[in-house]
């Protein structure tokens, strides 16, 4: 006969309950090796959601004490490992998409330019240029491939530190293993944070079950479990602790089965694909300006040849896009995050590295963060209300611990106490309330071995307490409670009460005589070492750190003092009741961005202090390790859980890090300032070639009809982004502000930047060709102004294009090293490995112009005087350009200060700032949780509409840095804010499987009751 799992519970009723709901099958005998997979999870035949408990046990061939080790072998060979298989792409169709995004249609377009558009006037086609831009676009795709395929490896390696665990009895003993390896039959243990690792029904509850099932059905609230209740892989237990047996793993959960539903999840937009898209259209709107200029002025004024006009033309589709820009950004991104875990800091979502720079506000838990999360008690300082004594005290609050999976709480009562072996000893526990967060205490009821007697113990946070408390509960008990905390806070200690009732009727849930106050117990959580000193450099980043704990408000002052963060700190009833009218603070916005920190705060609380500040216009960072922080982890643009997470913690956060404290996470700012501060010097620098190579080639054309070779601005392309590549590994000093992609900012850098370069190649060119400064003083070559009939014609000297060449290249990709740092380009070392690149790149390209002799691209070596001449002129040039970036960091950076200072005051605003944060929050209001780092955002719809519409395009270059990690939420893959739909095909006969419950929740989502659900197309095959 099949083990009966409930036999070993006490909640009767549950049982029967369920029961009543259950279906009867015919088991067949060893059924979980005879059948199928296919046929188990026949829910026409054996539905394992509804049938008898005892017949699950049955089915799955499992008792009570788990399987052994050799059924496990079995099984996963059978039912394979608890995860989705993700379908990878061919690498033959990843590798071509390199070559599919704007970008690269553009150096298409130019070599088909060169191949078939570039013929006449008695030449043949533009071979030449037609293999260089085909062996440029292989070359940047196979590098993007390449390093795209080691970046995702790397990220997969970091994704494997935060692969989901589960607690499972095998062999008649518990043991924590990877839920992937969890096979139908496990008896698992699930506990208030964790996130369920399969489909199970449940065999044991403790303390009112209830899980969130929101990210798999929709719902807005916990649903409360019983015994013999299904629970669903990706779920959430909010409250109580649990044990279940496996019924589905993979493939054959809820979640597997729902999404085989879907057909296609659409193309989400990612937010460094839109920055691509902005980077990528300015560059080409750029080209297109100035190729319209040429043909007007090329065709139409100077009566050009349409050979010679085609040759100029293409110069600026080759020189013009930044090719390798989508790869360099996303690598840089991808080792970023493999060197932010070397610092402890884990991102599961990489693309909130981006964020992560722009923090102005982080706010911190007290405990565990600011705090070490080493409780002791106080024992000298405990009070007593009763006859029992501190010891006693201590020993009641033991009894109403967890023995096994304690909190810090508990762990420092037991640890206090002594042997954990003598705290039961003598008494048998008849039901256990584990802590949850609304009602902060736990409760147990046991029985005394030697007289059969009943008792409760309580201990909890001590109004929760108090209000329990009916017995003995006089005003002067009361008066010298409030006292004895607000004694306690003073001295920044917390306050846990403890209280004993009896219950004559000796029944578990019978009636008790009314809890009577025993005790309270001061709980101390000393500071770290380095929590001040953080917070001091935190404020030097611009950074404002504020305290948001549950704890009261006189402990939560005192530690604010002790660790420099400032005691301007709320009770989080002012969120709803508005600030005191002694503060200053004109309206709660006003109070929350200045205050140091709030106290007393539940979730909710946390939740709104974060949308407060988002729609004031601030990136928010906020560290969380309970399942009550879930929410207000997933609201904030960055989400951090701490060391020691709960897995819903975890599943919510964007960086989990993996050792205590605040340094920490002021490491990973600093980190991710300088990932950003690559991009950025990359965006800049690849930015301003662009600006100048249309500006100045086109300028030299129309002052000068000048037509430089197209071929030698492929190997000036090819130069630069060989060593350009090495950007992200550069040495870069962190941005003393927070930092985002300021767009305004990084064009007008770039347009500045690219008109000066401009000015020196257009000028260096009047100097040889309208002078004889460089003949008279160094006795070079001249060139002359040759007539329309010489060939070649006007100052198209070979020798010319030479040296121009070289001008460009020097001083072009020596530009790096301005944009790379913040004071002089000399005063901060770049990485060796792009000092290296750059010597190289250009000692090829001085090799070239002096030496080379290439008839088919009219270049002719102008010797090592001329070389010289260029290298001394792009040195004098090279200097000024540090003084402009100083001139536009002048504009730039007091509009930075201002806002970091403004986040830094506790003072309350002034007009002019409250006046300026209505503005932003006019903006800011649609941006919901994740707000775009992208600046300037007025009325820029048309531009957004675009780039959204292009961004899809670089997909291949930023995929791997979409990490699915260790949290699977169903319903987040359908619930998207607008655009495309998300195609669903139902197979009828897998729909028809769903059990009745399942097949509502499907329903829900496919069907898109939701408000923010896509519209979908649901196609029945």
Same mark, same amino acid.
Not at 231 to 257: D, M, P, Y
Not at 317 to 346: F, N, Y
């Given at each position: 006969?099949?083990?009966?799992?409930?036999?070993k519970?006490?909640?009767?009723?549950d049982e029967?309950e369920?029961k009543?709901?259950?279906?009867?099958?015919?088991?067949?005998?060893?059924?979980v090796?005879?059948?199928?997979?296919?046929?188990?999870y026949?829910k026409?035949?054996?539905d394992l959601s509804?049938?008898?408990?005892?017949?699950?046990?049955?089915?799955?061939?499992?008792?009570?004490?788990?399987?052994?080790?050799e059924e496990?072998?079995?099984?996963?060979?059978?039912?394979?490992?608890n995860?989705?298989?993700?379908?990878?792409?061919?690498?033959?169709?990843?590798?071509?998409?390199?070559?599919w995004n704007?970008?690269?249609?553009?150096?298409?377009?130019?070599?088909?330019v #060169?191949?078939?558009?570039?013929?006449?006037g008695?030449?043949?086609?533009?071979?030449?240029?037609?293999?260089?831009?085909?062996?440029l676009l292989?070359a =940047?795709?196979?590098?993007?491939?390449?390093?795209?395929?080691?970046a995702?490896?790397?990220?997969?390696?970091?994704?494997?530190?935060?692969?989901?665990?589960?607690?499972?009895?095998?062999?008649?003993?518990?043991?924590?293993?990877e839920?992937?390896?969890?096979?139908?039959g496990?008896?698992?243990?699930v506990?208030?944070?964790?996130?369920?690792?399969?489909d199970?029904?449940?065999?044991?509850?403790h303390?009112?079950v209830?899980?969130?099932?929101a990210?798999?059905?929709?719902?807005?609230?916990?649903v409360?479990?019983?015994?013999?209740?299904?629970i669903?892989?990706?779920?959430t237990?909010?409250?109580?602790?649990?044990?279940?047996i496996?019924?589905g793993?993979?493939?054959?959960t809820?979640?597997?089965?729902?999404a085989k539903?879907?057909?296609?999840?659409?193309?989400?937009?990612?937010?460094?694909?839109?920055? @691509?898209?902005?980077?990528?259209n300015?560059?080409?709107v750029?080209?297109?300006?100035?190729?319209?200029?040429?043909?007007?002025?090329m065709?139409?004024g100077? &009566?050009?040849?349409?050979r010679?006009?085609?040759?100029?033309?293409?110069?600026?589709?080759?020189?013009?896009?930044p090719?390798?820009?989508?790869?360099v950004?996303?690598v840089t991104?991808?080792?970023?995050?493999?060197?932010?875990?070397e610092?402890?800091?884990?991102?599961?979502?990489?693309?909130a590295?981006?964020?992560?720079?722009?923090v102005?506000?982080?706010?911190?838990?007290k405990?565990g963060t600011?705090t070490?999360n080493?409780?002791?008690?106080d024992?000298?300082?405990?009070?007593?209300?009763?006859?029992?004594?501190g =010891?006693?005290i201590?020993?009641f609050?033991?009894?109403?611990?967890?023995?096994?999976?304690?909190?810090?709480?508990?762990?420092?009562?037991?640890?206090t106490?002594?042997?954990?072996?003598?705290?039961?000893a003598?008494?048998?526990?008849?039901?256990?309330?584990?802590?949850?967060?609304?009602?902060?205490?736990?409760?147990?009821?046991y029985?005394?071995?030697?007289?059969?007697?009943?008792?409760?113990?309580?201990k909890g946070?001590?109004?929760?307490?108090?209000?329990?408390?009916?017995?003995?509960?006089?005003?002067?008990?009361?008066?010298?409670?409030?006292?004895d905390?607000d004694?306690?806070a003073?001295?920044?200690?917390?306050?846990l009460?403890?209280?004993v009732?009896?219950?004559p009727?000796?029944?578990?849930?019978?009636?008790?005589?009314?809890?009577?106050l025993?005790?309270?117990?001061?709980?101390y959580?000393?500071p770290?070492?380095?929590?001040?000193?953080?917070?001091? &450099?935190a404020?030097e980043?611009?950074?404002?750190?504020?305290?948001?704990?549950?704890d009261?408000?006189?402990?939560?002052?005192?530690?604010? &003092?002790?660790?420099?963060?400032?005691?301007?700190?709320?009770l989080?009833?002012?969120?709803?009741?508005?600030?005191?009218?002694?503060?200053?603070y004109?309206?709660?916005?006003?109070?929350?961005?200045?205050?140091?920190?709030?106290?007393?705060?539940y979730?909710?609380?946390?939740?709104?202090?974060?949308?407060?500040?988002?729609?004031?216009?601030y990136?928010i960072?906020?560290t969380g390790?309970?399942?009550?922080?879930?929410?207000?982890?997933?609201k #904030?643009?960055?989400?951090?859980?701490?060391?020691?997470?709960?897995?819903?913690?975890r599943?919510?956060?964007?960086?989990?890090?993996?050792?205590?404290?605040l340094?920490?996470?002021?490491e990973?700012?600093?980190?991710?300032?300088?990932?950003?501060q690559r991009?950025?010097?990359?965006?800049?620098?690849?930015?301003?070639?662009?600006? &100048?190579?249309?500006?100045?080639?086109?300028v030299?054309?129309f002052?000068?009809?000048?037509d430089?070779?197209?071929?030698m601005?492929?190997?000036?392309?090819?130069?630069?982004?060989?060593?350009?590549?090495t950007?992200?590994?550069?040495?870069?000093?962190?941005?003393?502000?927070?930092?985002?992609?300021?767009?305004?900012?990084?064009?007008t850098?770039?347009?500045i930047?690219?008109?000066?370069l401009?000015?020196?190649?257009?000028?260096?060119f009047?100097?040889?060709?309208?002078?004889?400064?460089?003949?008279?003083?160094?006795?070079?070559?001249?060139?002359?102004?040759?007539?329309q009939?010489?060939?070649?014609?006007?100052?198209?000297?070979?020798?010319?294009?030479?040296?121009i060449?070289?001008?460009?290249?020097?001083?072009?990709?020596?530009?790096?090293?301005v944009t790379r740092?913040?004071?002089?380009?000399?005063?901060e070392?770049?990485?060796?490995?792009?000092?290296c690149?750059?010597?190289?790149?250009?000692?090829?390209?001085?090799?070239?112009?002096?030496?080379?002799?290439w008839?088919?691209?009219e270049?002719?070596?102008?010797?090592?005087?001329?070389?010289?001449?260029v290298?001394v002129w792009n040195?004098?040039?090279?200097?000024?350009?540090?003084?402009?970036?100083?001139?536009?960091?002048?504009y730039?950076?007091?509009?930075q200060?201002?806002?970091?200072?403004?986040?830094?005051?506790?003072?309350p605003?002034?007009?002019?700032q409250?006046t300026?944060r209505?503005?932003?929050m006019?903006?800011?209001?649609?941006?919901?949780a994740?707000?775009?780092?992208?600046?300037?955002?007025?009325?820029?719809s048309?531009?957004?509409?675009?780039s959204?519409?292009?961004?899809?395009?670089?997909?291949?270059?930023?995929?791997?840095?979409?990490?699915?990690?260790?949290?699977r939420?169903?319903?987040?893959?359908?619930k998207?804010?607008?655009?495309?739909?998300?195609?669903v095909?139902?197979?009828?006969?897998? @729909?028809?499987?769903?059990?009745?419950?399942?097949?509502?929740?499907?329903?829900?989502?496919l069907?898109?009751?939701?408000?923010n659900?896509?519209?979908?197309t649901?196609t029945?095959?």
């Amino acid at each position: 006969m099949a083990p009966d799992a409930n036999n070993k519970n006490s909640n009767d009723g549950d049982e029967g309950e369920n029961k009543n709901k259950a279906t009867t099958v015919d088991i067949p005998e060893n059924a979980v090796k005879t059948l199928t997979v296919e046929e188990m999870y026949d829910k026409e035949k054996y539905d394992l959601s509804t049938m008898e408990q005892g017949d699950v046990f049955k089915m799955l061939d499992a008792t009570p004490e788990g399987l052994t080790d050799e059924e496990v072998a079995e099984r996963l060979e059978k039912f394979g490992h608890n995860k989705l298989d993700h379908k990878e792409k061919s690498a033959i169709i990843q590798f071509l998409l390199f070559m599919w995004n704007p970008l690269s249609w553009v150096m298409e377009m130019a070599a088909i330019v #060169a191949i078939a558009v570039s013929n006449g006037g008695g030449q043949p086609p533009d071979w030449e240029d037609f293999v260089g831009i085909i062996l440029l676009l292989l070359a =940047n795709s196979i590098i993007g491939f390449i390093e795209q395929r080691n970046a995702g490896n790397a990220v997969k390696a970091l994704m494997e530190a935060l692969a989901p665990e589960a607690k499972v009895k095998r062999n008649g003993e518990w043991k924590v293993i990877e839920a992937s390896e969890l096979v139908p039959g496990d008896i698992i243990s699930v506990k208030l944070g964790d996130v369920i690792p399969a489909d199970g029904r449940l065999t044991a509850a403790h303390g009112g079950v209830s899980i969130d099932q929101a990210a798999l059905t929709g719902e807005s609230l916990p649903v409360n479990k019983a015994i013999g209740d299904e629970i669903f892989s990706g779920s959430t237990c909010k409250q109580g602790e649990a044990e279940a047996i496996v019924i589905g793993t993979g493939l054959n959960t809820f979640f597997g089965r729902a999404a085989k539903l879907v057909g296609g999840s659409g193309d989400e937009v990612g937010h460094l694909q839109t920055i @691509l898209a902005h980077i990528g259209n300015f560059c080409i709107v750029g080209i297109v300006i100035f190729i319209v200029a040429e043909i007007l002025v090329m065709y139409a004024g100077f &009566r050009y040849a349409y050979r010679r006009g085609i040759n100029n033309l293409l110069v600026l589709l080759i020189g013009g896009i930044p090719i390798a820009m989508p790869t360099v950004l996303s690598v840089t991104l991808a080792i970023g995050a493999k060197q932010l875990s070397e610092h402890k800091a884990i991102v599961t979502h990489i693309t909130a590295i981006e964020e992560l720079a722009a923090v102005t506000i982080l706010c911190s838990d007290k405990t565990g963060t600011l705090t070490l999360n080493k409780l002791v008690i106080d024992k000298p300082a405990i009070k007593t209300y009763s006859d029992a004594d501190g =010891n006693q005290i201590i020993h009641f609050a033991a009894i109403a611990s967890r023995a096994e999976n304690q909190d810090a709480i508990d762990a420092c009562i037991t640890g206090t106490f002594g042997d954990i072996k003598k705290i039961r000893a003598g008494i048998q526990e008849l039901d256990f309330k584990p802590f949850n967060p609304t009602d902060k205490r736990t409760e147990i009821t046991y029985k005394l071995d030697d007289d059969g007697t009943v008792h409760r113990i309580s201990k909890g946070m001590s109004h929760a307490i108090l209000d329990l408390c009916t017995r003995e509960k006089t005003a002067e008990v009361t008066a010298q409670l409030n006292a004895d905390v607000d004694e306690f806070a003073r001295r920044g200690l917390r306050a846990l009460a403890v209280a004993v009732e009896d219950v004559p009727s000796g029944e578990v849930e019978g009636e008790g005589n009314g809890f009577k106050l025993v005790g309270l117990l001061p709980i101390y959580d000393p500071p770290r070492s380095d929590t001040k000193e953080t917070i001091e &450099r935190a404020m030097e980043l611009g950074v404002k750190v504020k305290m948001i704990t549950g704890d009261q408000l006189a402990i939560a002052k005192e530690t604010g &003092r002790r660790l420099g963060l400032g005691d301007n700190m709320f009770l989080s009833k002012t969120l709803k009741d508005g600030p005191p009218p002694e503060s200053g603070y004109k309206d709660v916005d006003d109070l929350v961005l200045h205050a140091d920190g709030f106290a007393g705060v539940y979730p909710e609380h946390k939740y709104e202090i974060v949308e407060k500040l988002q729609n004031m216009g601030y990136m928010i960072a906020m560290t969380g390790d309970g399942v009550n922080d879930a929410p207000a982890l997933s609201k #904030a643009n960055v989400g951090v859980a701490v060391a020691d997470a709960s897995d819903a913690a975890r599943s919510a956060a964007d960086i989990v890090l993996t050792e205590p404290g605040l340094s920490v996470i002021i490491e990973a700012i600093l980190g991710s300032r300088q990932i950003f501060q690559r991009m950025r010097n990359y965006a800049i620098y690849t930015c301003s070639i662009t600006i &100048r190579v249309i500006v100045g080639f086109s300028v030299l054309i129309f002052a000068f009809k000048f037509d430089f070779p197209s071929f030698m601005v492929l190997i000036l392309a090819i130069l630069n982004d060989g060593t350009i590549m090495t950007i992200s590994k550069d040495r870069v000093q962190p941005s003393p502000y927070p930092n985002k992609w300021n767009l305004s900012e990084i064009f007008t850098y770039a347009i500045i930047y690219g008109i000066y370069l401009a000015a020196s190649t257009v000028v260096f060119f009047a100097v040889i060709v309208k002078t004889t400064f460089f003949q008279d003083s160094f006795h070079v070559d001249s060139f002359y102004n040759y007539p329309q009939s010489h060939d070649p014609p006007g100052y198209n000297d070979p020798k010319l294009h030479s040296i121009i060449y070289l001008q460009v290249s020097t001083i072009s990709q020596a530009l790096i090293f301005v944009t790379r740092s913040r004071s002089f380009f000399f005063m901060e070392r770049p990485s060796v490995i792009l000092v290296c690149a750059f010597i190289i790149a250009q000692l090829v390209a001085t090799f070239i112009a002096v030496y080379a002799d290439w008839g088919f691209t009219e270049i002719r070596g102008c010797g090592w005087a001329w070389a010289a001449i260029v290298w001394v002129w792009n040195v004098i040039w090279f200097f000024p350009l540090d003084l402009l970036k100083f001139t536009l960091r002048a504009y730039f950076d007091p509009k930075q200060q201002q806002a970091v200072a403004e986040v830094l005051q506790n003072e309350p605003s002034t007009e002019e700032q409250q006046t300026r944060r209505k503005s932003t929050m006019g903006g800011a209001g649609a941006q919901g949780a994740r707000r775009s780092t992208v600046g300037s955002e007025g009325a820029r719809s048309r531009r957004e509409t675009i780039s959204q519409a292009t961004a899809k395009y670089y997909a291949p270059h930023t995929q791997h840095l979409e990490t699915s990690h260790h949290h699977r939420n169903f319903a987040r893959m359908l619930k998207t804010d607008g655009g495309e739909g998300v195609r669903v095909a139902v197979d009828r006969d897998e @729909l028809r499987r769903f059990s009745l419950v399942q097949a509502h929740h499907a329903s829900k989502l496919l069907n898109g009751s939701d408000s923010n659900t896509r519209a979908r197309t649901t196609t029945a095959v």
